[in-house]
């Protein structure tokens, strides 16, 4: 019996028997939930980097559940994409996890600790289904087992609004999800599979029938309602900066990724590179959506004065990044746009952590009562500034990597078009400037209301240390580009086929 | 010919007809427990239409007695089960928030808790 062959399935299954142990160990001692998960998900952080590996090494890793070949039984299949997003995902939500366990005992009631810890772990294992999953049908169950959890975690909040919030959230959510089940039907319907890659086959001798252009839009909708893609955006500035700060990261920082990942795999798996490039043009229809949302979503962040509510419309704008790399469906641009899941998800993790840390300290949320924090909290500060500046995309850090490829895709389309979103790129980095710029200038150089000397009060090791780690990341990637590089390049080609 | 084309398809027009139903509801009612129900009716629709697609004219139950057997396809039935797990588990969550809202707000009216 060979365990390295098992990977795909230990990922998933280690954090799924450590959240249904949750309930079990909280039930006697709260306090272990903790370290219980921890140790579940930096397990999964092990096997993701072997994954990444092996993935480099040997290429695809395709693992048939209960020993049943394809298209009959469920196949998980591993390729670049797959690991990449492993990788990110296991190694954010650690990190959140970590954070987690001062942030809770104080922000959230103590009968909600255990359920914290499980649906938070259900939360990063249905991540981490949805990337490593082959099967269209098995990908709308992990989508919503995703989207449940997220609901709840949401309505945990201890903030006033949070049941509102979360049932909006679980309204559109909803209703992505009745799209993406339709649109898997029809695909069903016309191939009589529901594999990914053998649907990619069957599927061709029916480009042209409308049932796929309708199958191909209704999947689109679906999930850019779970991407929150402009204009379908409208639940996530209520649910994000609502919910605890440590979830705020994981949403914002990974779940939305993941919806992203979604209309990767379904534009360029299940549907060919060709197909829509030229026969329905999907990709320039998301590239102009996409560059809608970046200015839209970046205008929207100057207007807000809360300091969450900034954040979650700088991932709405972010998104649009994101998109517009996948839109661009160019060798560059597709990196770009993969390569800045990663980034942005370190970035923001790193923001809403330290928003997190601040609003833990202070209780400050509103953004011009910031001013003199950078000599009360002067380590949490120094990681929100460069976390900002690679959100803005300053050199040296990871986020100017990424912009920088986006840009070099947007200018390889060698079209008109290119050339206005090569400018969106640039005039939405200039926007997030505005608003990422005035808090770290409120904070360090900021009129102070009280004349008064500011203690040094810190918050505790166990935030700082996570905070510390992404911030650190989002520099070391930006010196060190090569090494996420190593995993997205590869997988942009091999979805594109150049 | 038109008559055909209706009766021969009744199925997607029913399908049609709830999904239309269950997503008017979804947008347009009030109360937070009509649009659940809203959204239940919308996703049972498509149930019915995914269902309804697997039949086999003169199929029987896939259930194998030796020698060839016309059957209709059971995958669709499987999957529709999972589904409706799916389903029952996010009207829980929802009937069980409403439960909450109505509890902190004394309200369930959409457009009151808007305002909040």
Known sequence: MNLSSHLPILIVVIPLI???????????????????????????????????????????????????????GIELAVDHLSAFMCVTITFVSLLAIVYSKNY??????????????????????AMLGIVVTGDMFNLYIIVEMLSLAAYALVAMSEEKRAYVAAYKYLLLGFTGAIFILLGTAYLYIITGTLNMADLSVRIQPWYGSWVVFVALALLMVGFGIKT?????????????????SSISAVLSGLVIKTGAYCII??????????????????????????????????????????LKWMLAYSSVAHIG????????????????????????????????????????????????????????????????TIAAFSMVGIPPTAGFISKFYLGLGALEQGTWAGWVFAGVILLGSLLTAVFYIRVVNNVYFG????????????????????IVILAGGCLIFGIFPKIPLALAEPAARLLLGI | MILEFILGNFNYWICTALFLIGFYA??????????????DIAETSIFLFIISTADVEGGTVPITMGGEVLYANPLPHCLILTAIVVALTTTAVALSMAVKIYEHYGTLDAEKLMEL
């Open chain 1, 321 to 384: 990044f994101i998109v517009l790399g996948v839109g661009l469906a160019t060798g560059y641009g597709t990196t770009g746009g993969i390569l800045h899941i990663f980034n942005h998800s370190m970035a923001k993790g790193c923001l809403f952590l330290c928003a997190g840390a601040i609003i833990y300290k202070t209780g400050i949320r509103n953004i011009y009562d910031l001013a003199g924090l950078g000599d009360k909290m002067p380590v949490t500060m120094a990681a929100f």
């Open chain 1, 18 to 72: 450590a959240a249904f142990m949750n309930p079990l160990i909280g039930w006697r001692q709260r306090k272990f939930c903790n370290p219980l998960a921890v140790i579940a998900v930096s397990a999964s952080f092990c096997i993701a980097l072997l994954i990444a590996r092996t993935v480099i090494t040997t290429g695809r890793i395709s693992y048939h559940m209960g020993g049943w070949a394809p298209p009959w």
């Open chain 2, 26 to 39: 979804m947008i347009a009612k009030k109360n937070l427990i009509k649009k659940a129900m809203g959204f």
């Open chain 1, 104 to 125: 809770v005992e104080k922000e959230l009631a103590e009968e909600k600790m255990v359920p914290y810890y499980t649906l938070l772990l259900l939360l990063i294992v």
């Open chain 1, 228 to 244: 929150a893609l402009f204009p379908l955006h409208t639940w996530l500035p209520d649910a994000h900066s609502i919910a605890p």
């Open chain 1, 265 to 306: 795999r379904t534009l360029f798996t299940v549907f060919q590179p060709r197909f829509v490039i030229e026969v329905m043009p999907v990709t320039s229809a998301l590239s102009w959506i996409a560059a809608i949302a970046i200015l839209v979503g970046s205008l929207f962040a100057i207007s807000q004065t809360d």
């Open chain 1, 447 to 466: 009129e102070r209301k009280r004349r008064e000397e500011i203690e040094k009060d810190e918050a505790p090791l166990g935030m700082l240390i996570p």
